[in-house]
């Protein structure tokens, strides 16, 4: 019996790592896979009146997470809420619709806070 | 008898405090004359010589917007070739802004205005009220640095002729964020034909632009200057 136990205390380990593979680790692929943002170059979007407007169409769509507005480039990043999904030409016509022009939508694998620590960090690097 | 009594008096009072409730105005030399759809924009021009203007719309497509507007201003009398005093006049009325066409450039925006009006003004040396129209146009260009802006907005009425022309030109001091202010240096020509005389005026502004607030403070001959937007 006193053999017996550290095999089984070795099952349980080997049993909870198992367990950490097909549970855990595909939950954390998931998050990653949600970490995706929508970033749009948009003409035209050079004041804060103009990005107010489409900040205002962009929170009203009910998927829309966080959102980041890059005046200097032009570009408008947003999220999803955890667990839903943008459709890229439904925001890229509320971009249109509040009176600007989108030249490139792309889906990227970051959420909008890397986005917005990732442009700050080029603009200090210059 | 109580001026405020006479039937005149009274509908003027009530029509510039429905006006003033409002935050009503001309929109004179505004950079965007109206919000994006579904949204207000309030705009006001004051000066310390007691000129003003308050107007305020509402966006009801990204192109069109309907508001109210209420203007005071003075008009200068010439009296033996000199301006030795002026009429006090007041307007109010309803507005619509159109869109009229917009450039999207990779890095700037340039945009065509209507602003048209129409309403009652009165003042001194009047007897009585008069309708006005005021059919304006305004064009602007804007990057992250840089601003031109001009503009022609006649109000004429029976007896009434008070023109607006004005340039701006103005750079901003440095680029910001979106979340940051964003200070600019603006300066503005602006000449106003009146029926009997022409005045010009030439204000340098600092312009301060935080989101949807936007406020300018400015000093000319006539003292200081303080115009503000807020769109929400």
Same mark, same amino acid.
Request: hydrophobic share 45%; glycine share 8%; proline share 4%.
């Given at each position: ?126 | ?38 949204? &207000? ?80 003004? &009165? ?60 200070? &600019? ?48």
């Amino acid at each position: 019996m006193q053999t017996r136990r550290p095999m089984s205390l070795a099952r349980h380990m080997m049993g909870a790592l198992a367990a950490a593979a097909v549970f855990v680790l595909p939950g954390a692929a998931l998050a990653a896979e949600a970490a995706q943002s929508l970033k749009l170059q948009v003409n035209g979007m050079v004041c804060s009146f103009c990005a107010q407007g489409i900040e205002k169409r962009l929170k009203a769509l009910p998927a829309a997470g966080p959102i980041f507005i890059d005046l200097r480039n032009k570009v408008v990043a947003v999220e999803p809420l955890p667990g839903q999904s943008l459709d890229a030409q439904k925001v890229a016509s509320e971009v249109r619709e509040a009176g600007y022009e989108v030249v490139a939508t792309e889906t990227v694998a970051q959420t909008v806070a890397q986005i917005r620590a990732e442009t700050r960090a080029a603009r200090q690097g210059r | 008898m109580n001026p405020l009594l006479r039937p005149g008096a009274l509908r003027r009072c009530a029509f510039a405090a429905l006006c003033g409730a409002l935050s009503a105005a001309a929109p004179g030399a505004f950079a965007l004359p109206m919000a994006s759809e579904g949204s &207000w924009m309030t705009m006001g021009d004051f000066n310390s010589a007691g000129e003003r203007d308050l107007a305020v719309n509402h966006a009801v497509t990204g192109r069109d917007a309907f508001g109210l507007m209420a203007t005071r201003w003075k008009e200068p009398v010439l009296h033996a070739g000199l301006h030795e005093q002026h009429h006090e006049r007041e307007a109010a009325g309803l507005t619509y802004t159109r869109l009229l066409h917009r450039w999207n450039l990779p890095h700037a925006q340039a945009n065509l205005w209507f602003v048209g009006s129409v309403g009652r003004a &009165w003042g001194h040396g009047w007897a009585g009220d008069r309708s006005y129209v005021s059919p304006a146009v305004m064009a602007d260009y804007e990057t992250t640095r840089l601003y031109l802006g001009a503009g022609f907005e006649p109000k004429r009425g029976s007896g009434l002729r008070h023109d607006s022309t004005w340039v701006r030109a103005g750079f901003s001091f440095y680029e910001v964020d979106y979340e940051q202010v964003q200070p &600019w240096f603006v300066i503005e020509s602006k000449r106003v034909r009146y029926a009997n005389a022409t005045r010009d005026e030439v204000t340098p502004m600092l312009r301060l632009i935080h989101r949807g607030l936007f406020v300018e403070l400015g000093r000319n001959r006539e003292g200081t200057q303080f115009n503000f937007m807020w769109a929400y």
